[in-house]
């Protein structure tokens, strides 16, 4: 048991200290001129690959002074505006809300109107927008699970040439499948949820996700305040 432990805590440090020796980095990604002989540079300067970066900002005339004013880390964006000797600094941070763009309830008797057949299925009127597949033999079962009701929402991608295309089905797997709608793979829009209201009836719900951005964090700078600082290197700070 002993051993055991110790083995993990040996492990522990071992990964930490090969994780802290890969995130060491100072890659430029680029410099934008956002105002007349005022430069803004940004440095990836922890670079983990799936446990996240962060990247470092800098203003500066590249000659005299290098000022960093800010960073932000994958899940952020960082913006910069010059306005009469002035720039301004937001962080912002993104992130999706799902909105309902339209729902419709469907009776548990209209329903049961659908017999269950893949073929039958495929070729029947969407709860959402049309029909647009071309084709029904070059498929792939791409994802099934049950709900609590009981159903079942499958997904089933189909390729007709180049074009991809998911046809999404609510069923019982005995005495209806309806197809809810059809999604392109990667987007964000089509997105389809069922909802049991009561014994009898149901709600579809088709709907899509929204970027949005949240400040968090403003900062102003006066360009004549960097005129006493120093041209650092970015790499040599670490």
């Known amino acids: 048991m002993i051993f ?3 083995f993990g805590i040996t492990f522990s440090f071992c990964l930490t200290g090969c994780l802290l020796g890969d995130t060491n980095c100072c890659d430029k990604i680029c410099t934008n001129e956002i105002a007349k002989g005022i430069y803004l540079e940004k440095y990836r300067t922890f670079c983990a690959g799936v446990f996240g970066e962060v990247i470092e900002c800098y203003v500066t005339d590249t000659t005299s ?3 960093k004013i800010g960073s932000y880390d994958e899940h952020e964006s960082f913006h910069v505006y010059f306005e009469e000797g002035t720039i301004i600094a ?4 993104s992130k999706f809300m799902c909105d309902t ?9 209209q329903l049961w109107q659908y017999h269950h ?11 959402f927008g049309t029909n647009t597949l071309t084709c029904d033999s070059d ?17 089933v991608q189909y390729r007709c040439g180049n074009d991809y295309k998911n046809a999404i089905f609510y069923t019982d797997s005995l005495h209806f499948c309806v197809l809810i709608g059809l999604y392109i793979p990667g987007s964000r829009e089509n997105n389809y949820k069922v909802k049991k209201m009561d014994a009898e009836h149901y ?8 970027q949005m951005y949240d400040t968090l964090n403003v900062e102003t700078f006066l360009v004549t305040d960097f005129k006493s600082k120093k041209l650092i290197s970015v790499c040599k700070q670490k």
């Open 117 to 127: 057949s893949d073929k039958t299925c495929i070729h029947t009127k969407p709860v």
């Open 4 to 6: 055991r432990i110790l």
């Open 65 to 67: 002074f290098r000022y």
């Open 101 to 109: 763009i339209e729902k419709k309830t469907i009776s548990k008797a």
């Open 203 to 210: 709600t579809f719900y088709n709907t899509t996700d929204i």
């Open 90 to 93: 937001y962080t912002l941070e």
């Open 139 to 155: 498929y792939y079962p791409f994802s099934s699970y049950k709900r609590g009701d009981g159903n079942s929402i499958t997904q």
